[in-house]
């Protein structure tokens, strides 16, 4: 017997028969002697609808009510599953964020959960009774409620897991794991058994957008065995778990890549202390983050700095550069919002040389310029233009022996 | 300077362009120095759709996950009408039922509302904020999400006024106020500008569907002053209020009628002591209300006895009766779900008689014949065959002069 967290995501809650489809999956586990408790979306495209609404209405809308509007889908659709439940002869009740409670701090719209009561829900589901709670929100300080941001379910279901200290958390979702790459791009990408939590945080937060990065950081921090896989297929997933459990670690896990940046590179500024700063304390105060940043050699007293922010980012990076032109002393700016970021991630890298050399081999072969290079304990990363990222990404996928045939 | 509850129903809150109407109403009331705070029923259709998704999930779904399935659609609401408000400049927030909190009992579908906590909205109405309060639901003694009913959200605004010591309650519909009867049936029935609690309970009890009934046995109780008036027109609508405060009262004030009634008779039972209980005792174990009762006199030993139950009770109470017929001992049961009741309402009739009278000539003019008489301290009804219902209710209506040129 095991206590399970199971955890649906919109496109698994969409309509009546897929919830009817949740509700099935949900009794088979607790069938097979399991406690369960389940975490739930909100139907897909409820949650856009609301925001639209709120965006509709005011530009600047307050972020209070934005909470309190948006939550109301996952309320739902935790009512449904519960019904769903019930009529298939399972004993289930719903759970709003406020009733559990998941308390939260007070910032709206991207709360962070900072507690969760678990003892009424273990309860419960020693009694046989399968909890349904509504993901993606909490209750804040000043007692109103919060939401956590867009993903924010999957930091729901993790944090509930780790209170109610659950065996494993089980993300259903529309894909069927994690894959050494994105299969849109390579087909004979592999599906991985297992991949550590700093692996699966690295490829995250470089555009691998089947988990929110936050849910991830906090499995890693409170060990919970997290297991990504279908609502549709009948087949294991993807385990997402400590360096220790991957018995066979691959040297590199997957590549992935982000078409989300933009590179700006300031010309000529002046090679002296503080000219760091000068550059990218304006941008901070901006609240615009700089990721990828590469200094070149001084020449003639001066240097170019290269660096990438969000390509949404991009226009205001720009316009607060110019401000503080006087102060930095550069001679022009250069931007180009065609690049992509190709990120060669494994944990194996700690024990094996030679990963980052492969990399820049491999692109050179097939003529493509590093634009920039940042590295990690377990993660290389480059800066290429945009269109090659396609054949980067199927290169690398080879180079590294990742591809299906290879196995 | 007055302190007014105003509460806009489903059509009134329909979209997003009529959301901004509401907040500018409200908005206007607050700038005319008013203390204003503000009911909301969910968005036209979407109750509907959350009540159909309950349904088809299961037939018979557990009332305490429907309500927190449907209470989201005034949840939603209230927040967006918090938003529009902010967007003109006026503080507000929005208030779940729970957050006021409305405590109600737990009879989750149909709740009633015991007590409603009302300093924290008070405080902040005096420093110019709107609450703007989530209809139609209330938090239950086990702090699970309950709901009122039907058109309960009237009643919500009521309770509100009630709790917030309001000088009035404004009902905002898609009509322009209560009519001496329907405008459909009669294009010159007269808008009334006021009317008492007794009436309007005994015209919304018989189908003028404008207040839900236990609204206005609160407002009565509370002696809430309340007024019905429309959210599209910017005229006054109907008061309704206590018998005081009606300077000129009409002998009647209006004409209903309900299409939703059968009628059943039960043929030659015995005329001994208990016979009714023997009757109505399963009726109403079975949960069938019965309305008219008429008994005929005795002839032979045996007497009929007629009376009305709701439409959709029909197929049930005739059951119930047949398994009951050894107990009762009748020969036979005829029904006939081809009737209306016709009232005529008045708290005038106290001090004036005739009222009966010039109703059963009416109809005895036009040919109608009557089938059942019931009568109030305010109230007459007849039973006539449903056919005749426009023809009645016109008739009626110029009888007693409530045609708009006989004003």
Redesign the interface.
Known sequence: MARIVMKFGGTSVAD?DR??NVARRVKAEVDNGNEVAVVVSAMAGVTNQ?VG??Q???PL??A???D??VA?GE??T???V???L??LGQEA??W?G??VAVETNGEHGKARIESIEGEELIERMKLGQVPVVAGFQGIGPD???TTLGRGGSDTSAVALAAALKADQCDIYTDVDGIYTTDPRIVPNAKKLSKITYEEMLELASVGAKVLQTRSVELAMKERVRVQVLSSFADIPGTLVVDEEEVVEKEIVAGIAYSRDEAKITVRRVPDRPGIAAAVFVPLSEANINVDMIVQNVAEDGTTDMTFTVGKTDMARALRCLEQAKSEIGFTEIISDPNVAKLSVVGVGMRSHAGVAGTMFKTLADRGINIQAITTSEIKVSVLVAAEYTELAVRALHTAYELDTSAC
């Open positions: 009546l919830i009817k609301l609404y709120c509709s209405l005011s809308f307050d209070r009510e934005y309190a509007v109301t309320q739902v935790a009512g449904l519960a019904i769903a019930q009529e009740r719903s709003q406020w009733q007692n109103r409620v």
